[in-house]
């Protein structure tokens, strides 16, 4: 069985991404993991973590109803997401990475966001990028 990880965050990109990802491990057979990162630092305080263990238990109850095998993982690191996505995918020896991107002005369209133009070069695997609606 392989591996499709997905890099999950709770705004519109990251829901498109974990469509996506849910669709291509069903179409794969594929087992999904999905990384949930946060640098951590004094942003990250309690009231954070609840809420990002509230958006995780949102993401499990749609793995369990898709009916696909899945990993959560939630890291607070002090890594940049890009860094965390790459290295879970190597672990995991992924087919596939699927980041969401978010949409930009004409003048931001110049510039990819640096941790997807990070995992879009140094990944091992191909990678799927996706837009929201």
């Not at 999950?8 to 669709?23: H, N």
């Not at 973590?49 to 939630?74: C, F, T, Y």
């Amino acid at each position: 069985m392989g591996t499709v990880v997905v890099g999950y965050v709770p705004k519109p990109e990251g829901e498109a991404a974990l469509s996506k990802a849910i669709e291509e491990a069903k179409l794969r057979g594929s087992k999904l993991v999905v990384v949930n990162s946060h640098r951590g630092g004094q942003d990250f305080d309690a009231a954070a973590a609840r809420r990002a263990e509230a958006e995780m238990e949102s993401v499990k109850s749609k793995l369990d109803a898709a009916g696909i095998d899945h990993d959560l993982r939630q890291l607070v690191r002090g890594f940049e997401p890009a860094e965390d996505l790459i290295s879970i995918a190597e672990a995991n020896d992924a087919e596939l990475i699927v980041i969401g991107l978010r949409r930009r002005s004409p003048v931001g369209k110049l510039i990819l966001g640096s941790n997807a133009q990070r995992i879009l070069l140094d990944a091992h695997c191909p990678v799927l990028a996706v837009k929201a609606d």
